[in-house]
């Protein structure tokens, strides 16, 4: 078996990425608004003298879906502006274009290998309790509402960490290492805009990350498999308003279809070949108790173990919210707000990840595969990647979580952020020097 020379990581290094985790903890912005985020990780890519390209630049227009509002994009960009975010690089990221991408060229020809790293946040108000590290030492949530409940945070520490490691060691690095940071994973959003605007397409090795992920603290799984293929939908039902005691006859109940069309999204009978889910997240209607609601809104979702599975589950819903449209005499809009697909990991790429991993102090390497227990868009970068005859894999970095993800007091053990910078570090470096 082939080892390789861990690469080093200072304790001062392990000590700033755990403050840049913190920072970027404390102020959490959404998919498509992470304007600070976006401008920090751009100017610290600069600084360590690697080609960073940023916007409209590597994000296709087309292909953009579930973008917010323009009220909320302004208001989100404003307050980053009041926050300190870099000027230089702020105005790169308006309209809500938020992905970066770096660019270190070693000494030596080889492949391009790439890590991507996800950086937005969740609609979700953070625990002020003691208890919570965060707010026990001062980095919870400044955005009331807003909150990095997913480790998100922790992955572009990550991937500023490795960057900062290889960008000292371009002497030895063969070919090209390519830092992806991608906005508006949740809601699966960010990938694809981005593989159209052909980031990956010169990737031989892709690499994307998770922390958490219920695992054992300490423990490197190179193999993370069984993403769920999903469709995001927001829909909207319009009506028509009459007095509710006087003629609720000539109204339109846009409420009561909403709330027929979800009674009927939970009753798709479920599929035999796979998972399948359905979930409706948010719903909003009425202005009145003597109002007939004339206006209905909610935002949904479905997702399957195989892309077929999750197309029975769009078919099904679809049916079923144009149906209850119909039995209510109302009009109906599904608008498609995001999307998600499912990808294998590169055995190869796996293997050779592992290799280099296993000598960091304080980690575990298991080639176990570990499930995966929802959904993620790094799936539309890794069949690119392998459609174009490269290798790719999702790894999760184990730590040990309270409250578990998308919860107020989810939080990571800030200890397994060193050695998953040093491993992935090591790896990138190795791909390189050794491909697969």
Partial sequence: MRTHAVVPLTDDLARRVVEMRRDFHRFPEL???EFRTAAAIARHLERLDIEVRGGREVMDERSRIGVPPADVIDHAFARAKDEGADPRWLDRFSGGYTAVVGTLRGEHPGPTVALRCDIDALPILESDEHAHLPAREGFASAHRGIMHACGHDVHAAIGLGVAEILSAQR???NGTVKFIFQPAEEGGRGAVPMRDAGVVDDVDYFVAIHVGMNAESGVLYPIVTGQLASEKFDVTFKGRAAHAGGRPEEGRNAMLGAAQAIMGLYAIPRHHAGRSRVNVGVMQAGSGRNVIPDR?????EVRGDTEAICEYMVDRAT????????AQGLEVEIASAGRTTTAECSPKLAQAVARAAEPVPNLRVTLEPKGAAGSEDATFFMKRVQERG???????VGSETIGGHHTPIFDIAESDIAPAVQAIASALLAVGEHPP
């Fill in 171 to 173: 002497s030895r690095i």
């Fill in 390 to 396: 490269g290798q790719a894999i999702y790894v999760g």
């Fill in 319 to 326: 049916a079923i919210i144009n149906g209850a449209a119909v």
């Fill in 31 to 33: 998919g498509l608004t």
């Fill in 296 to 300: 209905a809104f909610f935002m949904m």
